[in-house]
């Protein structure tokens, strides 16, 4: 009599068609990493018990580094974007904290139809170990796609809305008010704000910091000019601010570009800086200091946004549950205010 054949070991394939999951989530929640929902880690684990199914050591241990790389995905709609100095110091702290944790760096940028759809691939295939998510918009559907990631996912910055799990951010409105009360400190009373665009939480965040200020100290604040946070849209902003409200005397703008357009126009329509209009930024990039007059602003530490969210994605690739952080600001004086 023939001996019976050996039983075949179930595959995670099996595992992961009997819970109803991808096959990318059976592996997570096999290995315990973090981004499975409880729901799906007990239907795995009950689909492995019903079929006896026993990970293969090898494939367990590279479960959660497939790709040996992480990806920055920023979205935006110019395809200059990674040559501005804010986006350059995120990618030299990304960088470094990923070359420490063996990981290679991937820039993704979603400024078109086309970019958003291969962004959106990446998420869904597993073609990175972890995503690292900046610049999103209010109602960006890379956000609805980050739903259906199969790998963790950092944001640089919080997006409108409720605040994801994981993300790196700085005091926004914090900064914005230490700004605004600075400007209100020199006796400025007819302050305006440059908010950028306000469809993104930082836009909205260092308004609200603005606003916070000026009802503070019993003044009328001004409706946001936004500026999109570019020089010549700070130009454009400020040039429509002087024409509705010419007695103005002190700026905040929510970034150094758009500072350096108010600086411009203030000059062409013959204002003293800091004399008749004071003027502070936000970012305290390079060019807010050979800008003229050098410009007072609210640094940020840029490149230890990027460094943090890597380590925070690294951590995660690792299987273990970070926390949110948030980057702390402080005000730097210069000659405009």
């Keep these: 009599m023939a001996e019976d054949a050996p039983r075949r070991r179930p595959t995670l394939d099996e595992v992961a068609g009997l819970a109803g999951v991808s096959r990318s989530v059976a592996s997570r929640a096999l290995n315990n990493a973090p981004h ?3 729901a799906k880690r007990e239907a795995v684990e009950r689909a492995v018990r019903q079929l006896g199914y026993v990970p293969n050591p090898t494939a ?5 580094r497939q790709t040996g790389a992480a990806a920055l995905v920023v979205s935006g709609e110019d395809p200059s974007i990674f040559a501005d100095p804010f986006f350059a110091q995120v990618i030299v702290g990304a960088s470094a904290a990923l070359e420490e944790a063996d990981l290679h760096l991937m820039l993704c940028l979603a400024a078109s139809d086309r970019g958003r759809k291969r962004v959106e691939e990446l998420l869904r295939s597993g073609g990175a170990d972890g995503v690292m998510l900046m610049a999103l918009r209010e109602d960006d559907p890379l956000g609805r796609a980050v739903e259906e990631a199969v790998m963790p996912v950092v944001f640089g910055g919080r997006p409108v809305g409720p ?16 700004a605004t009360e600075y400007l209100l400190s020199l006796g400025r009373t007819r302050v305006a704000a440059l908010c950028g665009r306000l469809d993104t939480e930082a836009g909205r965040a260092r308004y609200r910091g603005y606003l916070d200020a000026v009802l503070a100290a019993g003044l009328d604040p001004f409706p946001p000019g936004e500026g999109d946070f570019t020089e010549g849209g700070g130009a454009a902003a ?9 007695d103005v005397d002190g700026v905040f703008a929510a970034n150094d570009n758009m500072g350096v357009g108010a600086l411009r126009t203030l000059r062409e329509t013959g204002r003293r800086v800091p004399d008749d209009v004071a003027v502070v930024g936000f970012d305290d990039l390079a060019v807010a200091q050979v800008s003229d007059p050098p410009l007072t602003t609210v640094q940020q530490p840029i ?8 380590r925070m994605l690294a951590a995660l690739v690792d299987g273990q549950d970070p926390t949110p952080l948030i980057l702390p600001t402080r005000l730097v004086v210069r000659a405009s205010a």
């Design 303 to 310: 490149q230890a946004l990027g460094r943090e969210m890597a």
């Design 163 to 178: 605040a994801p799990r994981w993300y790196v951010d700085v005091d926004n409105a914090g900064g914005a008010r230490e």
């Design 36 to 38: 499975v929902s409880r």
């Design 238 to 246: 400020t040039a429509a601010l002087l024409a509705d409200h010419p």
């Design 60 to 64: 367990r241990a590279l479960a959660t």
